[in-house]
């Protein structure tokens, strides 16, 4: 693939460096105009960066299809969480609220398993009716879920505020020897746990391999991390652009949460989606639950680990109406996932449980 090609196929990513330019030369404009002008830059900054991230997903997923599964998912999901310790990290540096990380963690919960699998399976089965998974992958990514999220954001609640750097320790420990044997069961012995075997058809479509063999993963690969760095200059200014327009407007307090997590799973929303209305619903229930596990399980340990650095904590115990839902929705995805089939009315109980959770944070809650 020649300069002109890759320049061609990557413009999303040149808008978004020229966007990112900008910005830095427009930052104090924008903010001497007011309010409304910084609203309106972070929504076309939080808009780049989808674009940004979409490419960063695509290449992600390029090398997915030529490595396969389990290892294409992880590939995607681990793009993800890139993104989003990235924009964290950099809005965690400013004003930003001290329950900014754990908010983000438990919106980009609800919205990988309530939200994508939720609607996945939704369209999925009104279209295909059952559609079959490996159940061995649903059990271990929702017993790993339960231990890490436990582990990191309802125990914290009853460690006193003078010892929170101990348990921030172990934490960091505790997170890193769960992904640590996760890894190793995946791309391992038991990496059958996340693949599917579904039958040949007689005449097969152009596969995805022969769509992406002209791509180098060597050009993906420098994509990729070009685009993150992009993403997080873009993320510099969105965070003082939103913090600007934000402040003393009434928004919901968790609503730069949720952008955080959005913005990281807007790639893995259309994969999913795609993956589904093919009926290949072990990828959507790889990237789902493996981009829920892979929040909490990556981003708890480098977050706990910039806290420790600068010495300032911040609240990682969620709150009851939070507790509340996370446990709901793990016991829904314990039992919609126990039978290695899914169906309509499962991700429609995965998407009223979104829907609710949309509506308590605009309630504040």
């Given at each position: 693939?020649?300069?002109?090609?890759?320049?061609k196929?990557?413009?999303?990513?040149?808008?978004?460096?020229?966007?990112?330019?900008?910005?830095?030369?427009g930052?104090?404009?924008?903010?001497?105009?007011?309010?409304?002008?910084?609203?309106?830059?972070?929504?076309?900054?939080?808009?780049?960066?989808?674009?940004?991230s979409?490419?960063?997903?695509?290449?992600?997923?390029?090398l997915?299809?030529?490595?396969?599964?389990?290892?294409?998912?992880?590939?995607?999901t681990?793009?993800?969480?890139?993104?989003?310790v990235?924009?964290?990290?950099?809005?965690?540096?400013?004003e930003?609220?001290?329950?900014?990380?754990?908010?983000?963690?438990?919106?980009?919960?609800?919205?990988?398993?309530?939200?994508?699998l939720?609607?996945?399976?939704?369209?999925?089965?009104?279209?295909?009716?059952?559609?079959?998974?490996n159940?061995?992958?649903?059990?271990?990514?929702?017993?790993?879920?339960?231990?890490?999220?436990?582990?990191?954001?309802?125990?914290?609640?009853?460690?006193?505020?003078?010892?929170?750097?101990?348990?921030?320790?172990?934490?960091?420990?505790?997170?890193?020897?769960?992904?640590?044997?996760?890894?190793?069961?995946?791309?391992?012995?038991?990496?059958?746990?996340?693949?599917?075997?579904?039958?040949?058809?007689?005449?097969?479509?152009?596969?995805?391999?022969?769509?992406?063999?002209?791509?180098?993963?060597?050009?993906?690969?420098?994509?990729?991390?070009?685009?993150?760095?992009?993403?997080?200059?873009?993320?510099?200014?969105?965070?003082?652009?939103?913090?600007?327009?934000?402040?003393?407007?009434?928004?919901?307090?968790?609503?730069?949460?949720?952008?955080?997590?959005?913005?990281?799973?807007?790639?893995e929303?259309?994969?999913?989606l795609r993956a589904?209305?093919?009926?290949?619903?072990?990828?959507?229930?790889?990237?789902?639950?493996?981009?829920?596990?892979?929040?909490?399980?990556?981003?708890?340990?480098m977050?706990?680990?910039?806290?420790?650095?600068?010495?300032?904590?911040?609240?990682?115990?969620?709150?009851?109406?939070?507790?509340?839902?996370?446990?709901?929705?793990?016991?829904?995805?314990?039992?919609?996932?126990?039978?290695?089939?899914?169906?309509?009315?499962?991700?429609?109980?995965?998407?009223?449980?979104?829907?609710?959770?949309?509506?308590?944070?605009?309630?504040?809650?």
């Amino acid at each position: 693939m020649g300069i002109s090609s890759i320049l061609k196929e990557e413009r999303f990513l040149l808008i978004s460096l020229a966007v990112a330019v900008v910005a830095f030369f427009g930052e104090h404009w924008v903010l001497e105009m007011g309010r409304g002008a910084a609203i309106l830059a972070a929504i076309a900054l939080i808009a780049t960066i989808v674009l940004a991230s979409m490419r960063v997903a695509h290449h992600a997923e390029v090398l997915a299809v030529k490595v396969g599964d389990p290892y294409g998912t992880m590939i995607l999901t681990l793009a993800a969480v890139a993104v989003e310790v990235i924009i964290l990290a950099i809005l965690m540096s400013g004003e930003s609220s001290p329950t900014l990380v754990r908010d983000t963690i438990y919106s980009a919960v609800m919205l990988d398993i309530n939200g994508i699998l939720g609607l996945a399976a939704l369209l999925g089965g009104l279209k295909h009716g059952e559609q079959p998974y490996n159940d061995d992958s649903g059990k271990t990514y929702g017993v790993m879920i339960l231990t890490a999220m436990g582990i990191s954001m309802i125990v914290p609640e009853f460690i006193p505020d003078a010892k929170w750097h101990y348990y921030s320790a172990f934490t960091i420990g505790a997170m890193i020897a769960l992904y640590a044997l996760f890894l190793r069961m995946q791309v391992g012995q038991h990496s059958y746990f996340f693949s599917y075997s579904y039958p040949r058809t007689e005449k097969r479509k152009e596969s995805a391999q022969e769509a992406h063999e002209d791509e180098s993963s060597a050009v993906s690969i420098a994509t990729i991390l070009v685009g993150v760095v992009i993403i997080g200059l873009l993320a510099e200014f969105m965070s003082a652009f939103m913090s600007t327009g934000l402040r003393g407007s009434g928004a919901p307090p968790a609503i730069a949460a949720i952008i955080v997590a959005a913005i990281s799973a807007a790639p893995e929303i259309l994969t999913a989606l795609r993956a589904a209305l093919r009926n290949r619903m072990q990828a959507t229930v790889n990237i789902a639950m493996g981009a829920s596990l892979s929040t909490v399980i990556l981003t708890v340990p480098m977050m706990e680990a910039i806290a420790l650095y600068t010495g300032q904590p911040f609240i990682m115990a969620m709150s009851p109406v939070q507790t509340v839902m996370v446990i709901i929705t793990l016991i829904a995805a314990a039992i919609n996932l126990n039978d290695g089939e899914t169906n309509a009315i499962e991700g429609m109980t995965h998407f009223i449980l979104f829907a609710t959770f949309i509506m308590l944070t605009g309630l504040g809650l």
